[in-house]
């Protein structure tokens, strides 16, 4: 395997903390992400780490920028392996409240720009018979209240990841995708959201996490390894996960309970 990686959204947060793992193996990677500086930083570090590769500053909004980040590919490694759709971004509030440009900012970033990172970079996948690794969540599997546009672009990504399983198994394309739960990470400073309690709710449970992204990174690397599609980091995520499929509807009158608390605590701030 010639060990060449592309990861988006990596300049920090989770993103980071994949490069940083797969360079301690000393592969070779291509580093993405809109903050040239945090990119900057992230290519030191995994330098240091033990890897190597390149920087290319890239809103994955834009598919012209992910098929010229696919072409740096060619031109520095001669193809790619892995790719990692990580880039994301953080929404919230009711759907009452949430505008259709709030829809359309979350959908444009967290499905489709999965969808243009898996187009601009099949050609390249098939020649290597690689892998591709979507970051969703667990919000994925479980439509948690309050969060109703990142919920369906997130299940979105899973649906995405599931078509292509299917699809790419007889091109030898691999395909994994990764529903973490809350985390240790600075996903809220792209948050977006028309009530800023809900900032702060999802600040709590992002502090409160026993898992950190460095965690969640070292699982995907050994899961992806095993072939494991489905990659669920925390043991809460699959345990929430398994009452879901044995019990739908008493999980649907937690999440209904939920819902009535955040709003209450809404009401008094």
């Known amino acids: 395997?010639?060990?060449?990686?592309?990861?988006?959204?990596?300049?920090?947060?989770?993103?980071?903390?994949?490069?940083?793992?797969?360079?301690?193996?000393?592969?070779?990677?291509?580093?993405?992400?809109?903050?040239?500086?945090?990119?900057?930083?992230?290519?030191?570090?995994?330098?240091?780490?033990?890897?190597?590769?390149?920087?290319?500053?890239?809103?994955?909004?834009?598919?012209?920028?992910?098929?010229?980040?696919?072409?740096?590919?060619?031109?520095?490694?001669?193809?790619?392996?892995?790719?990692?759709?990580?880039?994301?971004?953080?929404?919230?509030?009711?759907?009452?409240?949430?505008?259709?440009?709030?829809?359309?900012?979350?959908?444009?970033?967290?499905?489709?720009?999965?969808?243009?990172?898996?187009?601009?970079?099949?050609?390249?996948?098939?020649?290597?018979?690689?892998?591709?690794?979507?970051?969703?969540?667990?919000?994925?599997?479980?439509?948690?209240?309050?969060?109703?546009?990142?919920?369906?672009?997130?299940a979105g990504v899973l649906a995405l990841s599931e078509s292509l399983l299917v699809e790419l198994r007889q091109l030898e394309v691999g395909v994994h995708v990764v529903c973490p739960s809350f985390f240790q990470t600075n996903l809220l400073d792209s948050f977006r959201g028309p009530d800023p309690a809900m900032k702060a709710q999802v600040g709590k449970l992002l502090e409160g996490s026993p898992i950190s992204a460095s965690d969640i990174a070292e699982c995907i690397y050994h899961q992806v390894a095993d072939g494991q599609f489905l990659i669920l980091p925390h043991e809460a995520g699959r345990q929430a996960w398994a009452l879901k499929c044995q019990a739908p509807e008493r999980l649907y009158d937690e999440m209904a309970d939920m819902a009535v608390k955040m709003r209450a605590k809404a009401r008094t701030r």
């Open 1 to 154: 395997m010639h060990k060449r990686i592309m990861i988006t959204g990596a300049g920090s947060g989770l993103g980071r903390e994949i490069a940083l793992r797969w360079a301690r193996e000393g592969w070779r990677l291509a580093l993405a992400d809109i903050s040239e500086a945090g990119l900057r930083q992230t290519l030191e570090m995994v330098r240091a780490a033990g890897g190597d590769g390149f920087v290319q500053r890239c809103d994955v909004r834009d598919y012209s920028q992910l098929t010229a980040l696919a072409q740096a590919c060619e031109e520095h490694f001669d193809g790619i392996d892995v790719i990692v759709n990580n880039a994301g971004v953080a929404s919230g509030g009711f759907f009452a409240e949430l505008s259709l440009e709030d829809w359309d900012w979350q959908i444009s970033v967290n499905l489709m720009g999965v969808v243009k990172g898996c187009k601009a970079f099949l050609p390249l996948l098939e020649r290597s018979k690689g892998r591709i690794v979507n970051i969703a969540s667990m919000a994925a599997l479980m439509q948690g209240p309050g969060m109703s546009n990142y919920n369906v672009a997130k």
